[in-house]
Each structure stands twice: as C-alpha cells, then as structure tokens.
C-alpha cells in the first residue's frame, strides 16, 4: 500500500484519554514523516463531570450537551499533537459514555446498574463494535496499535470495552490472513509514579491534593516492558490538555507541573509513557522494533 511506511493505531474510550495517557506518543509519531497515526475514540464522553462552573450546564443531568461540545475539545487536542487522522468508532454519536461506578478503592471504577441505551459497555454492542473497529484496521492495517490493559488501567467499564473489542477486532484480522500488529497496553509503572509524585510534594502552592496510597492506578515495574522517552513534546502534551478544559485543570509553579480531573487530585505530568508489549525486543526504543513495513 502507499503512503507512510509506519502505520500506528491508538484505541481510546473518551476524548481526553488519548492526550493523558498517550499524547507524547502521539505526538512523537505524528511529527515523523515515515509515520501515520491514527486515533480511535469510542464515544463523546458524554458522562464527564464538568470542571469550569460556568460550563457546568453541559452535563448529562443539565442539558446534556458535553459530547458535543468535547468534540471540538478532541479537535484542539488533536491540533495541538499534531494528529490529523481521527475518527469516532461506528461515527460521531454511536456509543455513548457509559459512566462509571466507585467500587470502593482508590480510583477503582465499576459499571453502573443501569447503562443507556446506547451505552459503550451493553453486551449486545459487542459484535458491532468489533465490526466496526476491523473496518478501520482493515483501512489502515497498522503495525502497531495502542489501547488500555484488560482491566482498563483503573476498572472504567469504556476502557476495559475498548480493550477487549481492540484484542477481538486484532484477532479477527489476524483469522481473515491480514498480518497481525502489535498490541501495545498503556500502563504507568509504581517507580514512575511514585517520582513523579515526589516532585511534587513540598509545593505549598499546589492547589490540588495530593494522592493517598493507590489512590491512582499503577502496575509493578516488571510489567512494563518498552518506555518512550516523551520529554520533547511536553509543550504539545501542555496545549492538548488545555483543549480539554472541560475535564482537566492544570498548574504549574517553579519548574513544577501537575494536572487533575474534577476530583481535584493532583497528577505529575511524566516525561515518559510506558507500556507492556508481548514481543518487544530488549532494549528497544521505538514502539516498531523489529517489525516489517
């Protein structure tokens, strides 16, 4: 086929996923030639809780109008990381955010007892959803594509969908003879973390919280197994999140720089985006080690 010779494909649930937890990646191979990149996002998420108080009429339980208005969030952040291929799975509108429940721990999500209709995570979408994603590799035919672990980083029942029609939709392909690609979880290792917390603590300025113990997901270091070093994009990364005013606040002091969603818990903005890849070369530095054009 023609075009770039690197083909990467990124799977997420809700606009803003994709710049807080792969916008350096994003951005990194979107400002290479020999690189297209792709963004699937699954739904408008619609069930955001608002931060600025003079959008809060937006809301699901208002005039539920966020998805809409986070669509041309998604475009800003897009711009900002230099993605000109994105594309709402099934079409703008056709899964909805499903919302979440609290299981108890942490940031630990759950799926609510009553979905919508429409809603991401109903059982019966799931073939379509799969259909509908292996259109888009079957267009594209990526050699790598991103999307969450099985339990969707924090239990967030739009993730843990997007991942299981992503791994469904690859085997599909795969069965059909289209060569396989890789598949890449996104994943924050307990040392990176932990670093990036620590530089921020002493900041009295600081106007979020600081976490509690586990109170934002983390995996052992030993499960990631290729780390991209994003430093170079953090202004792009900066940009994207301002995009999605609606969903996240940001600070910065003293060469210090910390984010967070409406729950006011303060996250470090990392200089590197890690993931757990099956049959990635040791040592490798770039997510397409050792695969063919």
Same mark, same amino acid.
């Given at each position: 086929?023609?075009?770039?010779?690197?083909?990467?494909?990124?799977?997420?649930?809700?606009?803003?996923?994709?710049?807080?937890?792969?916008?350096?990646?994003?951005?990194?191979?979107?400002?290479?030639?020999?690189?297209?990149?792709?963004?699937?996002?699954?739904?408008?998420?619609?069930?955001?809780?608002?931060?600025?108080?003079?959008?809060?009429?937006?809301?699901?339980?208002?005039?539920?109008?966020?998805?809409?208005?986070?669509?041309?969030?998604?475009?800003?952040?897009?711009?900002?990381?230099?993605?000109?291929?994105?594309?709402?799975?099934?079409?703008?509108?056709?899964?909805?955010?499903?919302?979440?429940?609290?299981?108890?721990?942490?940031?630990?999500?759950?799926?609510?007892?009553?979905?919508?209709?429409r809603a991401f995570a109903?059982?019966?979408?799931?073939?379509?959803?799969?259909?509908?994603?292996?259109?888009?590799?079957?267009?594209?035919?990526?050699?790598?594509?991103?999307?969450?672990?099985?339990?969707g980083g924090y239990g967030?029942?739009?993730?843990?969908?997007?991942?299981?029609?992503?791994?469904?939709?690859?085997?599909?392909?795969?069965?059909?003879?289209?060569?396989?690609?890789?598949?890449?979880?996104?994943?924050?290792?307990?040392?990176?973390? #932990?670093?990036?917390?620590?530089?921020?603590?002493?900041?009295?300025?600081?106007?979020?919280?600081?976490?509690?113990? #586990?109170?934002?997901?983390?995996?052992?270091?030993?499960?990631?197994?290729?780390?991209?070093?994003?430093?170079?994009?953090?202004?792009?990364?900066?940009?994207?999140?301002?995009?999605?005013?609606?969903?996240?606040?940001?600070?910065?002091?003293?060469?210090?720089?910390?984010?967070?969603?409406?729950?006011?818990?303060?996250?470090?903005?990392?200089?590197?985006?890690?993931?757990?890849?099956?049959?990635?070369?040791?040592?490798?530095?770039?997510?397409?080690?050792?695969?063919?054009?």
């Open positions: 086929m023609t075009g770039p010779a690197r083909r990467l494909l990124l799977v997420h649930a809700h606009p803003d996923d994709e710049t807080l937890t792969t916008g350096g990646t994003i951005a990194h191979h979107a400002a290479a030639a020999d690189t297209a990149v792709t963004l699937v996002t699954c739904t408008l998420g619609e069930q955001g809780e608002v931060i600025p108080a003079e959008l809060a009429g937006l809301a699901a339980e208002q005039a539920d109008q966020l998805g809409g208005y986070r669509i041309a969030e998604l475009a800003g952040a897009c711009a900002a990381l230099g993605l000109a291929d994105h594309r709402f799975l099934g079409g703008a509108g056709r899964w909805r955010d499903s919302g979440m429940a609290l299981a108890g721990h942490g940031v630990r999500a759950a799926v609510p007892q009553q979905l919508h209709p109903r059982p019966e979408s799931f073939a379509e959803q799969v259909r509908a994603l292996v259109e888009v590799l079957t267009e594209v035919r990526p050699q790598v594509v991103v999307s969450y672990a099985a339990d967030h029942p739009d993730h843990v969908r997007a991942h299981d029609i992503t791994v469904a939709a690859l085997r599909a392909t795969r069965e059909a003879g289209q060569v396989p690609a890789r598949f890449a979880a996104t994943m924050i290792g307990r040392s990176t973390l #932990d670093a990036g917390l620590a530089a921020l603590r002493g900041a009295s300025e600081l106007p979020f919280r600081l976490p509690g113990p #586990d109170e934002l997901p983390s995996v052992p270091d030993e499960m990631i197994t290729f780390r991209l070093d994003v430093s170079a994009y953090r202004s792009a990364r900066i940009a994207a999140m301002s995009a999605h005013r609606t969903q996240i606040a940001l600070w910065s002091g003293r060469d210090r720089f910390a984010l967070a969603m409406s729950n006011r818990v303060a996250q470090p903005l990392l200089d590197v985006e890690e993931f757990m890849i099956d049959d990635m070369p040791p040592g490798a530095v770039d997510l397409f080690a050792g695969l063919a054009p």
